[in-house]
């Protein structure tokens, strides 16, 4: 089965095609807030480069956050049209997955660290299982201190991987045990969603396009700047 992946829930916008026998194509821009304008060319560039034609694809797998609100709207509203258009299912995988999955081979606990903005991370923990990881701490919210807190109480040897971990890498960079990723695993890969979402296909775990929930954990910034400034009132 052919799986078109479609990743943007952070600063960088990207897509990938694949199956079977692996990631076939993939293109990764970085464009701020342009996820828009990007993400049609590449999905025609990967389709191009793949040598397919979308009508061959059997399903699309799309990033459902938690990560910057906008960029993640854009990425599931083109998977849901996408899918809609073809006749295909969906398969939904978060972004702190796709961060952890990349730094599979360490024996170290991996944590996932998105930036939130606002001083805030998304953060989840997972550690190394046969084939791939398990995630052991779910998906929330909470600032860069609560976290370096906890990664002192536990005295675990940890690899930070994100945007989020290299945003305030001053705040874990002294803590015992803890490890900083590379630039290389700061953001949400197509590639790895190519990985993953082939995996759950092969055990049949799709939902329909309508079924497809994004995860924010938080409400949307421009909701609460409209909250703050009619409590400022």
């Known amino acids: 089965m052919l799986i078109l992946a479609i990743e943007s829930a952070s600063g960088q916008v990207g897509c990938a095609v694949g199956g079977h026998e692996g990631v076939l194509a993939s293109a990764h821009s970085g464009q ?29 797998a799309v990033d459902v956050g938690p990560g910057l609100y906008t960029g993640l709207r854009v990425g599931i509203v083109a998977g849901i049209s996408m899918a809609y258009a073809l006749g295909i299912p969906v398969i939904g995988v978060s972004s702190l997955d796709l961060l952890a999955f990349p730094a599979r081979w360490t024996s170290r606990l991996i944590v996932s660290a998105l930036d939130a903005r606002r001083g ?53 960079g002294g803590i015992r045990g803890v490890e900083l990723a590379e630039q290389g695993l700061a953001n949400p890969s197509a590639r790895a969603l190519v990985q993953l979402a082939h995996a759950r296909a092969m055990r049949e775990e799709f939902v329909r396009p309508w079924e497809l929930e994004p995860v924010y954990l938080r409400r949307p910034d421009a909701e609460i700047n409209w909250t703050t400034r009619e409590g400022g009132a």
């Open 32 to 60: 701020g807030r342009r996820h828009a304008e990007a993400l049609g060319p590449q999905i025609d560039f990967v389709r191009r480069q793949a040598g397919i034609e979308l009508t061959e694809l059997g399903a699309v």
């Open 120 to 172: 805030e991370l998304f953060v989840a923990m997972f550690r190394k299982v046969p084939g791939g990881i398990q995630r052991v701490v779910d998906p929330r919210v909470c600032s860069p201190a609560d976290l370096a807190s906890e990664l002192e109480v536990t005295e675990e040897r940890s690899l930070l991987v994100g945007d989020g971990a290299l945003r305030y890498q001053e705040v874990f």
